[in-house]
C-alpha cells in the first residue's frame, strides 16, 4: 500500500515539475525581451493583441496587416511588395498614397518660390506621441511618435494624444510589443517622408516645365550659348534627380501603403 | 497493478510532451513574428532613409535652379 502511494506520489509531483517546466520555458521568452529595453518600453507595454486583421475587406489591407504583424513566416516583406519595389510608381500606389495622405489631411504642402525658400519652418518635425488606432478596429491600438504636422490629421481621424492605455496581455513578451511599436514607428516616418518627398517632387516638375519654357525663349532671344548651356546643364541635373526620386518614392509608397489604415 | 501503474506513466509522458511542445510552439510563433517585424521595419526604414537624401539633393537642384532663373 505504501509502494503504491509513493508512486502515485511521485507520478503527480512529475506532471506539476513538468507544467511548470513549460511554462517557465515561456517566461523566459518575456525575459529575454526585458534584458532588450530600449527607450521606447513604455510605449510596448501597453498595447493589446496583435488583432484579426482578416477581417478587412480589403485584401491589400489585410496582407499588408498581416505583415505587420509579422504573418510572414519567411522573415521578408511580401512577393508583391518585392515586385513592386523594382519599378516605378504604378498609378494604383499613387492613388493610394494620395487617398491615405488625404484621410490623415497630411497633404498640407504647396511650394511656390517664396515659401520653399522657408520650406524648413513649414516642415515641422518636433514630434508628438499619439494613440493610433486602426481603420476597422481589428487590430490593437500603437502607440506612435509622429510630427506636429501629421498629429492633427491624425486626432481628426479618432487617435489620441498620449500612449495607449496599458493592456495586460501576456501571450506576448515586452520584446514583440516593443518592436511592433518601433515597427509602426518606422512606418509613420516613411509615411511622413513619402508625403513631403512627394510634394518636392510636384514642385520640382512645376519648376522643370518652366525652366524648360524659358530656355527655349532665350534660345530665340540670341543668348549667349554660354549662359544657356549652363542654365540647361542645371535643368539636366535636377531632370535626373527627379527622376530618382520618383522611383524611390513609387518604392517607399508600395513599402508602406495602407500599413497604418 | 501493473496495468495501472503503466497506464498512469502513459499519461504523465503525454502530460509532459503536450506542456512543453505548447510552449516551445508559442515562443517559436513570437520569434518568427518579430523577426518579420524586424525584416519588414528595417526594409522600411532604409527606404526612407534612402527618400529623405533624395529629396536632400533634388532640394539642392532646385536652389541652384533658383539661381539660374532668377525670374519665375
Given at each position: 500500500m505504501?509502494?503504491?502511494?509513493t508512486?502515485?506520489s511521485?507520478l503527480?509531483?512529475l506532471a ?9 520555458f515561456?517566461?523566459?521568452g ?11 518600453d ?9 488583432g ?6 480589403n ?8 505583415n ?5 513566416s519567411?522573415g521578408?516583406p ?5 515586385v513592386?519595389?523594382?519599378?516605378k ?31 524648413k519652418s513649414?516642415?515641422k ?6 494613440c ?8 490593437s ?5 509622429v510630427s506636429?504636422?501629421?498629429a ?10 498620449g ?14 510589443w516593443?518592436?511592433?511599436s518601433?515597427?509602426?514607428?518606422n ?12 510634394s ?12 524648360r ?23 539636366n ?18 513599402v508602406?501603403?495602407?500599413?497604418l489604415? | 497493478?501493473?496495468?495501472?501503474k ?7 509522458g ?10 516551445q ?18 526594409v522600411?526604414?532604409?527606404s526612407?532613409d ?18 539660374e532663373?532668377?525670374?519665375?
Amino acid at each position: 500500500m505504501k509502494r503504491k502511494m509513493t508512486i502515485y506520489s511521485s507520478l503527480f509531483l512529475l506532471a506539476v515539475a513538468c507544467v511548470l517546466s513549460a511554462s517557465t520555458f515561456q517566461e523566459k521568452g518575456n525575459k529575454n525581451g526585458k534584458g532588450q529595453k530600449g527607450k521606447n518600453d513604455k510605449d510596448q507595454s501597453k498595447h493589446g493583441n496583435p488583432g484579426k486583421d482578416k477581417a478587412q475587406g480589403n485584401d491589400h489591407a489585410a496582407k499588408n496587416a498581416e505583415n505587420a504583424r509579422g504573418k510572414n513566416s519567411q522573415g521578408k516583406p511580401d512577393k508583391e511588395d518585392k515586385v513592386k519595389m523594382n519599378g516605378k510608381p504604378s498609378q494604383e500606389v499613387r492613388k493610394n498614397d494620395r487617398r491615405y495622405a488625404s484621410e490623415y489631411g497630411m497633404l498640407g504642402y504647396n511650394w511656390s518660390r517664396e515659401n520653399f525658400k522657408d520650406r524648413k519652418s513649414f516642415r515641422k518635425q518636433d514630434k508628438v506621441t499619439i494613440c493610433h488606432k486602426f481603420v476597422n478596429g481589428s487590430e490593437s491600438p500603437v502607440s506612435i511618435r509622429v510630427s506636429a504636422n501629421a498629429a492633427k490629421a491624425h486626432l481628426n481621424h479618432g487617435d489620441v494624444m498620449g500612449d495607449c492605455p496599458a493592456l495586460n496581455d501576456s501571450r506576448y513578451s515586452d520584446r514583440y510589443w516593443r518592436n511592433r511599436s518601433d515597427y509602426y514607428n518606422n512606418v509613420q516616418y516613411n509615411q511622413e517622408q513619402v508625403l513631403y518627398s512627394s510634394s518636392i517632387l510636384d514642385y520640382a516638375l512645376q519648376r522643370l516645365a518652366g525652366s524648360r519654357s524659358q530656355l527655349a525663349i532665350m534660345q530665340s532671344n540670341n543668348t549667349p550659348l554660354a549662359d544657356i548651356q549652363r542654365k540647361q546643364q542645371v535643368v539636366n541635373g535636377l531632370e535626373e534627380n527627379v527622376s530618382v526620386l520618383e522611383q524611390l518614392i513609387g518604392l517607399a509608397t508600395n513599402v508602406v501603403v495602407n500599413k497604418l489604415m | 497493478m501493473k496495468k495501472n501503474k503503466l497506464l498512469v506513466l502513459a499519461l504523465a509522458g503525454m502530460c509532459v510532451t503536450f506542456s512543453a511542445c505548447t510552449g516551445q510552439k508559442t515562443n517559436n510563433k513570437e520569434e518568427i513574428e518579430i523577426k518579420t517585424m524586424d525584416s519588414t521595419s528595417n526594409v522600411v526604414k532604409e527606404s526612407a532613409d534612402k527618400l529623405e537624401e533624395q529629396t536632400k539633393k533634388v532640394e539642392a537642384s532646385l536652389e541652384k535652379l533658383d539661381n539660374e532663373f532668377q525670374t519665375p
